[in-house]
Each structure stands twice: as C-alpha cells, then as structure tokens.
C-alpha cells in the first residue's frame, strides 16, 4: 500500500514537470497567446481581444523564449518579416512590456507623416474613405470615427481610424530607419503610442521581435475580465471567434 502511494506520488510529479515542458516548448517554438489591452490597434484589433502570435515567423531570440528566460543573445533562424504584418513585440525602452502594433517601415525606409498622410520613401501611401467605423465606448456611449483603407507599398491594405488630419502625431519628421530595425504604427492612428514617439517606443530593433500576430481565438466586450465567465453569454463577441489577422 505504501509502496502504491509512493508510485502515485512520483507519477503525479512527472506529469506536472512533463506538462510544463510542453508547455516551454509549445510557448517558445509555436504559439503564445496574448490579449489587446487597449483600442490602438482598431479596427484591425479591438481592446478584449485574444489571439495567438506564432513564435516561428520571425526566428527566435531571448525575447521569444517563454517566461522571459534570457537562454542566448542575437536571432536565430532568423527570417525577415513583411511590411503590413501585424507583430508583437518588446518594447525597447522597457523589454518586459509587450506591445503590438503594425510593421510600416523596413531597414532602410524614411518614414513620415504630413497631414495626416503616411509618406514612405518620399511617396504618399494612397488611403481610400470608408463608412465610418462604429463602437461602444465603456460608458454605453456610440461613438464614430473616419476609417480609411491604406495601401502600403507592395499592395498589402489594412483598415486605419483617423479621428483628425491635423494630430500631434499627424505631423512629424523623417525617420530614417536604421538596418536591424523597424519602425511600426497603430492602426488608430491618434491614439496610438508607437515608433512616432522615439522616447517611448521609437525604432525597434529585430531582437525585440516576438511573433506575428496570426488569429483571434477569444473575445469579450471592453472592460469584461476573462474570469468573469458568467458575463460571457452577453460579453463574447461571437462574430470574432477564430478570425484571421490580416
């Protein structure tokens, strides 16, 4: 009898400590997920949304090794990501924040915006007028705002909000970006903390890159906690479940 108990004991040990190896292994090499803590990303990507980011796109660094563990320094199986990818990163000015934003320019790019308008390379990136886009705010309120549909060069197109042309950040200088970086922007564009504001975000370095956004697998209304389960029958956005990110 004691014999089994001990059996059982020691079995029960290997299952735990298998079970966080795969999970190591799952969450470094496949998939992490992650969720969208504000409205900076919209419409693409809206604040209560869950998604997974695939660690593999990119190749891996310390900063796509699961819990943060710092194995090893410099990319490898590095792969180079495309502009218009949706990517979460670690923020340079502190690694232990992850953000996610839109990639806009590569090594080698001069990016700007001028009234509004994004500029790559000295060119205008074309953006056609769209319905307004529609959402509830967290105090019940309707609120609408200007959306466009911008073609970056190469013909990749995302949905963007513009609430105004004439922004702090509507109006900035030429970045030029550095090789082994990338400069990267919110979908919303006036609310939007990304590489437009160098003391914060800035250019970031192809280390700091996690993983490419892939698809939503959860969502709940803004404000509704994941472990609040019996507010989902009215919280879930069901339309989202299981979408693409493009």
């Known amino acids: ?14 299952t735990v400590i298998y079970a966080v190896l795969i999970a190591f292994a ?11 803590p504000s409205g ?22 310390r900063h796509t090794v699961a819990f943060g563990m710092p194995l090893f320094d410099g990319r490898v199986f590095a792969d180079e990501p495309e502009r218009g990818d949706v990517v ?7 690694p232990s924040t992850d953000y996610i934003k839109r990639l806009i320019g590569l090594p080698g790019d001069e990016v700007q915006m001028v009234e509004g308008i994004l500029h790559i390379n000295g060119e205008p990136v074309p953006r056609r ?4 886009f529609v959402a509830t705010d967290r105090n019940g309120r309707t609120v609408r705002v200007t959306r466009y549909l911008e073609t970056l060069p190469g013909g990749r197109e995302h949905e963007i909000l513009e609430q105004t042309d004439t922004g702090f950040l509507d109006r900035t200088e030429v970045f030029a970006v550095p090789e082994g970086h990338y400069f990267f922007m919110g979908d919303n ?29 959860f969502s709940l209304e803004a404000g509704t906690s994941f472990w609040e389960v019996w507010n989902w029958p009215t919280a879930i956005r069901f339309g989202r479940l299981f979408e693409g990110i493009d």
Not at 2 to 13: H, L, M, V
Not at 44 to 57: A, C, I, P, R
Not at 88 to 94: A, E, Q, T, Y
Not at 200 to 215: K, T
């Open 129 to 132: 007028r769209l319905e307004d």
């Open 189 to 217: 564009r006036d609310r939007s903390q990304d590489s437009r504001v160098p003391g914060v975000v800035g250019f970031v370095p192809a280390e700091n890159l996690v993983g490419r956004a892939e698809f939503l697998w």
């Open 40 to 61: 900076s990303m919209m419409p693409t990507l809206l604040e209560g949304d869950y998604l997974f980011v695939s660690k593999f796109s990119y190749g891996y660094s």
């Open 1 to 14: 009898m004691a014999a089994s108990k001990s059996g059982g004991f020691g079995e029960t040990i290997r």
């Open 88 to 94: 979460v990163f670690k923020l340079p000015s502190d």
């Open 26 to 36: 799952v969450r470094t090499f496949l998939y992490e997920p992650f969720n969208i």
